[in-house]
């Protein structure tokens, strides 16, 4: 934003018309108002109105960030680093002239935080508050919330009207009264007991009615949340009786979800299965809290419960993911259960970690080059849910390496769609179902491991656990991470900086996957992983014709169904393989009387694996002719 001579005045604002801007506005927020700023500003600068572009440059600027209310002041502030004293003297004096709730709260609260103007910050709080109620609307109701949560951080935080702010949640609260569809209420109490505030008792009966409307219309998850609510109002007012009951009836959602799951859910015993092993879970805890008598009673529960996940978990194995009909993995699922059967937990996990290796690049080559010159005259472009092309294939000749790269990624996805299906998932169910598992279980397999840096054991070991219960939301949160922290840790043990210096601010910034995982970036990853190893972490993670996870997850572009696709679940049996393989290749090296186990190419080879490739190769064969007609009949589909 280039400065003028001379500086911008109130004027100057009021000469823009800038209200008439906010009235062409469809929603009230500043997320819409800076697509019209920008475009006014480009009207300006196209009339030659200098003054009039930089007016709305400025309020473009101010309103295109999206400030979530927790973040810190010093978050705050860097996000607006670049606007300088003569910008802020120019918003400290339009700041009152705005009658806009929603934009005078971004204003002044950015005069707050970077001038640390008292009188402005007073500004935002009612002016957050006013555009709450703007925005109120139940079915959309984090707009709304988001406002009323910076409002009260802010008050408190100048002690300045925090009872205002309180008001104003009390009043939401009592209008909707335990009512509204989503979320609204539950945040709000969670806010209000995140500072102690409100009465206990009042909002105790409130949580407990809402929680019983919830259940009647099968709404586990929101159910659940304001038993726990209610359990956290009862522990503020230190009644431990009726904290405890409130947590047992919180667990018992998991149980009552499981028995509608049966019902309603594509995969019924399988998605069962992972209610009541979150019932196990919850009940696992409450059974050492509270009398002697409240143990007893969640022990008994948890018995209860234990018996039956066993009848769900062997119905389980009968539920395949959905697939597509032309396949027949009868065979491949009856090796996968077979191959972990009757074993120890240990050894079954191992068993599981070895149970295939990645597609091999030059298979994938081979496979794409016989149809290489199709993407000369129909190159592939993928979309996402939304309609938007997310990637697209270079017909360009002088390209026709990066068509195939392309092509070969994509095709890795059908292959680890597959192998999730025919191998991982029947696997998985059978360990289920003969094991008891505990994320204290997964420690042996991730401490003083060579992959999981110091200081991430147990979040290794929660995001496995998570996985193997079929948790694929947060083993997938978790893992992808600590993947890529894993991987700058296996680079500096290399001598390698997988981090950049930015020496005019003297900051240091970490590298994230889209750099790490390219040789020509970082050679030594060559040392690492092989070729085939490597490329299943490209398209798995961060290529765009591939599953791409590490990017659309951080960007929030994975929606709750692609959550329980096999895709999440390949991406954890990866993990569990980074993880099992250094264990593996130090015992196979100690059993030879190696005192010395090298770090070099620790996960370049598949200790223990050839027996098991002689097992599964013919039916490898049977399932890639299998896969290869299917995909001939896409392509004919295509042409026609």
Known sequence: MPLINPPLTKEDFINSRWQDVLNS?????CSAYNRVFWNKAQEAKEAGNVREQSVFEILAFITGAAIKPESTEEFFAEVFQNLTDEHLNFLTEIAPEVSDPELQARIADILWVKKRNYRMAQLAVTAYLQSATELEDPEKWSRCFERIERALRLARNINYQAELVIAHIEAVLNRYNGEDPLWLSVKLMELLQEYKLGNPTKYAALAEKAAIIAESSQDWDKARNYWEIKAEWHRIDKNAEQTHAARMLAAETYVKEAKDSLTKHPQPYSKASDDLQKALEAFEILKSQGTEEEKAAAKARYEEVRKLLPEYQKQSLNELITISSQFNISAEVKLARTYVKGKKFQDA????????????????????????????????TIMNEMGKVVARQSN?????????????YR??????KLYAQAYIEPARGQINLEHTVEVKDLFPFVSNNLFVPPGREYLFAKGLYAGLIGDFFTSTHILIPQIENSIRYLLRKQGALPSKIDIDKGIEDERDLNTTLFPHNYPQINSIFDEDALFDLQGLLIERSGSNLRNRMAHG????????????????????RLCCLPILKQ???VEESNPWVKFDGIFKDDPLFDDFVEDMAANRCELDAEVAAYEASLEENQSA
């Not at 295939?356 to 290489?372: D, F, H, M, R």
């Open 396 to 408: 360009n000749s002088d390209e026709a390496e990066k068509a195939i790269r392309f092509e070969m």
């Open 25 to 29: 506005s469809e929603r009230k927020e």
């Open 557 to 576: 572009l994975i929606n709750d169904s692609e959550f329980n696709s096999p895709i999440m679940s390949y991406l954890w049996w990866v993990t569990l």
């Open 587 to 589: 015992q196979q090296q």
């Open 411 to 416: 095709n890795a996805v059908l292959y680890h």
């Open 349 to 380: 996990i191992f068993a599981l970690a070895l149970l295939g290796i990645p597609p091999k690049v030059s298979y994938l080559q081979q496979k794409v080059e016989k149809t290489a010159w199709l993407s000369q005259f129909m190159p592939i």
